[in-house]
């Protein structure tokens, strides 16, 4: 088969990728940097041209973009008559998931997965709606704020809107300045702050497919 992979991760399904080419399977992929072309060259790994890599490896959400990338992807399955196109990038896959899960094999997420992993709050509210207790929030804001900081009790728990921010505890007002003091001053993003319960379990699952069946991990840790 030939495999469409597109990814910024660079690495993040690599072994996965030497064991197709090793099966005898072909790989085209986009890359950003010529040591990594290299590297993959000399594991059997073949590269779309560079101006087609500049397109998968920019991202905006503009309407402009996505009809660009879908345009580049139809062209690049005729050309190199692809038979599976596989997206490790989420929000790349959040645009292409729908146009072409019907049309090629895909592997990839949906844009209402992306919303899971991109949005805390996209992801309480679904949990909300389906009638699960959900923290109550005590506050939002935006990190440019006078107020940052004030009027809250503690511990507390910040969760920004915006997925490339992580999940905080603060356990003081202190702590809180001192986080703030690490932002860019022009910093925006929206936040907001739900009551603490001490002792909760946190699992994170992680899986992967062998052979038509599942393998799960679990991992169950203490946290607020």
Known sequence: ????????????????LISLVESGHTVYKNWQMDEE?????????????????????????TIEYKAELIKLTEDLIERYDID???VDTPHHS???????????KYIGVSEEIYLLEKSKNHGRNLVESLGVSVPEIIKRGNYSDDDYGTNLSFPCVEKPYDEELSTKIFNSVDE???????????????YYIEEYFPDMVEAQVSYVIV??????????????
């Open 1 to 16: 088969m030939n495999i469409l992979y597109y990814d910024h991760y660079i690495t993040s399904s690599q072994q996965t």
């Open 37 to 61: 072309k290299q590297f993959d060259n000399s594991l059997g790994m073949l590269h779309i041209d560079e101006a087609d890599a500049e397109i998968v490896n920019s991202w905006d959400e």
């Open 84 to 86: 599976v196109l596989k």
């Open 94 to 104: 959040s645009m292409l998931y729908d146009y072409f899960h019907k049309k090629i």
């Open 176 to 190: 809180m300045a001192a986080w703030k003091e690490t932002k860019d001053p022009d910093t925006s993003h929206d």
């Open 211 to 224: 052979g038509g069946e599942y393998y799960i991990k679990d991992i169950c840790t203490i946290s607020g």
